[in-house]
T-cell receptor, first 112, second 114 residues
Framework: ELKVEQNPLFLSMQEGKNYTIYCNYS?????LYWYRQDPGKSLESLFV?????AVKQEGRLMASLDTKARLSTLHITAAVHDLSATYFC????????????FGAGTILRVKS | GAGVSQTPSNKVTEKGKYVELRCDPI?????LYWYRQSLGQGPEFLIY????????DSGLPNDRFFAVRPEGSVSTLKIQRTERGDSAVYLC????????????FGPGTRLTVT
């Protein structure tokens, strides 16, 4: 069974600080995703990571993937208030029918 | 272009009633997914359509839940004899095909069962 664990589940940080969200998954997957969700809104795709060692960056967010450790990280650099949201990682696998399996989410609050 | 749309955006119903939730995928997308997101949790898979057929319905919690996609475009999620535990946001996503890794999510329908 494909399972995803994220930590921390809640993160309160000051503007300008750096932090990392971790995502572990239980078995081999084909792709790893990071999504952002604002309150009352749907999911916004941030990154798709396809292979071991993949690293993608967009603004103050950088995602990486280590398939051997079954670990992805989402690193936040010099946080700003606008980054406050819930961040989800998800994985899928053709062996499990391509459905996305999500972590519980990390609620990020950036304080001014 | 138009994204995935879902109607209604909010639905309040009484316990025991029947509800239908609608999803309009992006035009030309053959794969369609339904997920359910309970408060404070990540979305959970319900059912996946490839074209008109349900390719994987392993996430449907019980036989009160049913979904159709008769013409391979619009899909309807149907819930019979609703229970308070069915209260959640129901999300629909579509992708170009089964192999595509990009699923585009709709805004969701918030279902509240009183």
């Amino acid at each position: 069974e494909l399972k995803v664990e994220q930590n921390p589940l809640f993160l309160s940080m000051q503007e300008g600080k750096n932090y990392t969200i971790y995502c572990n998954y239980s078995t081999t997957s084909d792709r790893l995703y990071w999504y952002r969700q604002d309150p009352g809104k749907s999911l916004e795709s941030l990154f798709v990571l396809l292979s071991n060692g993949a690293v993608k960056q967009e603004g103050r967010l950088m995602a990486s993937l280590d398939t051997k450790a079954r670990l992805s990280t989402l690193h936040i650099t010099a946080a700003v208030h606008d980054l406050s949201a819930t961040y989800f990682c998800a994985v899928d696998s053709l062996a499990y029918g391509n459905k996305l399996v999500f972590g519980a989410g990390t609620i990020l609050r950036v304080k001014s | 272009g138009a994204g995935v749309s879902q109607t209604p955006s909010n639905k309040v119903t009484e316990k025991g009633k029947y509800v239908e939730l609608r999803c309009d995928p992006i035009s030309g997308h053959t794969a369609l997914y339904w997920y359910r997101q309970s408060l404070g949790q990540g979305p959970e898979f319900l059912i996946y359509f490839q074209g008109t057929g349900a390719a994987d319905d392993s996430g449907l919690p019980n036989d009160r839940f049913f979904a159709v996609r008769p013409e391979g475009s619009v899909s309807t999620l149907k819930i019979q004899r609703t229970e308070r535990g069915d209260s959640a946001v129901y999300l629909c996503a579509s992708s170009i095909n089964r192999e595509s890794y990009e699923q585009y999510f709709g805004p969701g329908t918030r279902l509240t069962v009183t």
